[in-house]
T-cell receptor, first 114, second 113 residues
Framework: DGGITQSPKYLFRKEGQNVTLSCEQN?????MYWYRQDPGQGLRLIYY???????QKGDIAEGYSVSREKKESFPLTVTSAQKNPTAFYLC?????????????FGDGTRLSIL | AQTVTQSQPEMSVQEAETVTLSCTYD???????LFWYKQPPSRQMILVIR??????QNATENRFSVNFQKAAKSFSLKISDSQLGDTAMYFC??????????FGQGTELSVKP
């Protein structure tokens, strides 16, 4: 079945450590996105990528980095510069960021500080 | 700046009754798209319904329908014959021409037996 796989489901970070969240899709979508969700709040865009080897900052990119070396994969690294990383992270994809096609979401990764 | 506002943080409804969730947005664009997403306790985001701004006819998907008022920039979601499985957080989202999806703060809906 086609879909988006995020791993791990739960992740713990020590202070000063970088951690990487995985996002893989087999929907053949061009565009991929990373969102952060804090309790009781909506989703905020961290980074997005419209095509391989290209990505743009979203609204809250500071302390995060991404890469898009393959169409299927869009990993997110939470760096030590992100002082408040505890949140629920959602990855999404769509056919294009310039279309009306809805975004499809993964099941999310919950990141906590040890 | 484009914003999406959901003014009802929490709502509850009895099973089999009808409930309406409110959403307003602010934009200067003329062509855009609006969505309602559902996030159940499992935290997965599920598309409920979508509306193209150029269409005057309100979108309908089974028990879910919208009341789209373009001039008022309002996009409410009506759930008919509410079911226990409808219990979830509901997010209104606006898709602008720049390709970004902007979410509201969400409305937590509880369906009571």
């Amino acid at each position: 079945d086609g879909g988006i796989t995020q791993s791990p489901k739960y992740l713990f970070r020590k202070e000063g450590q970088n951690v990487t969240l995985s996002c893989e899709q087999n929907l053949n979508h061009d565009a991929m996105y990373w969102y952060r969700q804090d309790p009781g709040q909506g989703l905020r865009l961290i980074y997005y990528s419209q095509i391989v080897n290209d990505f743009q900052k979203g609204d809250i990119a500071e302390g995060y980095s991404v890469s898009r070396e393959k169409k299927e994969s869009f990993p997110l690294t939470v760096t030590s510069a992100q002082k408040n990383p505890t949140a629920f992270y959602l990855c999404a994809s769509s056919w294009s960021s310039y279309s009306n096609q809805p975004q499809h979401f993964g099941d999310g990764t919950r990141l906590s500080i040890l | 700046a484009q914003t999406v506002t959901q003014s009802q943080p929490e709502m509850s409804v009895q099973e089999a009754e009808t409930v309406t969730l409110s959403c307003t947005y602010d934009t200067s664009e003329n062509n855009y798209y609006l969505f309602w997403y559902k996030q159940p306790p499992s935290r997965q985001m599920i598309l409920v319904i979508r509306q193209e701004a150029y269409k005057q006819q309100n979108a309908t998907e089974n028990r879910f329908s919208v009341n789209f008022q373009k001039a008022a920039k309002s996009f409410s979601l009506k759930i008919s014959d509410s079911q226990l499985g409808d219990t979830a957080m509901y997010f209104c989202a606006f898709y602008n021409q720049g390709g970004k999806l902007i979410f509201g703060q969400g409305t937590e809906l509880s369906v009571k037996p």
